[in-house]
């Protein structure tokens, strides 16, 4: 079936990293990431941004803005060999793991580039900010400064959450977030200010995911759930017991199927901003 041929181990390069056992490193060569929140994102820029970009644009040049591990630079320069994919984030440990995933991974057309290097670089076709603004204090000045290095006709791909409330909660301290998130109108608002001229929304969801997933959902929570992290990330997954990695080994495959077919049969969940702008072509 296509959909099976369609499923991207999105995280898989990971499994390179030396953080991990020869069983850990296995569970994560053949999944991907494990971490709902992460292939959730994914997914919601597949079957978004990416389905519309891989009809409409030529990628010669992209950026992911604090990218972290570079899941979606290194997915994206697997898809478009062609490409240059440029990785950026101000975390130290960031840059070292990106690096030896680079060198491990024999990415040729993936570099890690600092600060002083992305202000000598320009011509982007994409740019990826995937849960980045609500870290960041002066958005605007960030924003300025991707759409000046952003090509003529070039999009950036946001996602970022639902404002609710001017008080931080004890889950965006953890994440380190400096608002809770954006009203849409807000974050539309801004984009424009700086810029792009073009903003593209995905098609509300009419039908809501059924009971199957839901829970299937409940599952990977009570098998994921850690005293110390509200999530499942690639730090904490060594903390799970061989008991829970077992369960969670064979939950995913259908988990991971699933959540798929929900956003290809009921579109994409709006339980967060996702918007995709472009440049003005000149």
């Not at 990293?17 to 959730?40: A, H, N, P, W």
């Not at 990695?245 to 709006?270: C, N, Q, S």
């Amino acid at each position: 079936m296509k959909i099976f041929k369609n499923l991207e181990l999105f995280g898989s390069e990971l499994g390179l990293l030396e953080d991990f056992d020869l069983i850990q490193s296995m569970y994560i060569r053949c999944f991907g990431s494990m971490s709902k929140t992460t292939v959730k994102r994914y997914l919601q820029f597949k079957y978004f941004p990416l389905k519309i970009l891989g009809k409409n644009i030529i990628h010669n040049k992209i950026l992911d803005f604090g990218c972290a591990f570079g899941g979606f630079g290194f997915m994206l320069a697997r898809k478009f060999k062609g490409t240059v994919v440029c990785l950026y984030d101000i975390s130290e440990d960031a840059e070292t793991r990106c690096n030896y995933i680079i060198n491990k991974g024999k990415y040729e057309n993936v570099t890690f580039i600092s600060r002083d290097e992305l202000e000598k670089e320009s011509g982007f076709t994409l740019t990826i900010l995937t849960d980045v603004l609500e870290h960041i204090e002066d958005d605007y000045v960030v924003l300025k400064d991707i759409y000046k290095r952003t090509l003529d006709g070039g999009y950036v791909f946001i996602s970022t959450p639902f404002y609710t409330s001017d008080s931080l909660t004890l889950d965006d301290k953890f994440h380190g977030h400096v608002r809770t998130g954006y009203d849409i109108v807000e974050i539309q608002n801004l984009l424009e200010e700086v810029g792009f001229n073009r903003i593209i929304k995905p098609e509300k969801r009419l039908i809501n995911s059924g009971l199957f997933l839901y829970y299937l959902d409940k599952l990977y929570q009570k098998i994921t759930k850690l005293p110390s992290d509200p999530i499942l990330t690639f730090q904490n997954f060594r903390q799970l017991n061989i008991f829970r990695k077992t369960m969670l080994a064979l939950l995913w495959p259908i988990y991971r199927l699933m959540m798929e077919l929900d956003i290809i049969f009921h579109g994409i969940p709006g339980d967060s901003i996702i918007l995709l702008a472009q440049k003005k072509k000149q």
